[in-house]
């Protein structure tokens, strides 16, 4: 893997002090740039964040670390 640039690690350490890294990989686009992609969870919630080579965020987009229980039947057994 490349070396990630410095503000990547800026970035997500000013904004996610509390998350924890699940993956983080590097990739080339369809016009050969290089991009870097990190997945990092925190407060119940999945960051999927995407960097240039020159560390700017380009996108980032989030789901729930849980899905949400849509059940809205009586627990068993309640009257």
Not at 60 to 68: D, R
Request: a negative charge; hydrophobic letters at 30%; aromatic letters at 16%.
């Amino acid at each position: 893997m490349n070396k990630l640039p410095h503000h990547v690690f800026t970035y997500i350490r000013k904004h996610f002090r509390e998350g924890y890294f699940s993956n983080i990989e590097s990739i080339r686009d369809k016009d050969g740039h290089l991009l870097f992609r990190a997945k990092i969870h925190e407060n119940e919630t999945i960051h999927h964040l995407e960097f240039n080579a020159q560390g700017s965020l380009l996108k980032h987009e989030t789901e729930p670390m849980f899905e949400e229980d849509y059940y809205e039947g009586r627990f068993y057994g309640e009257e």
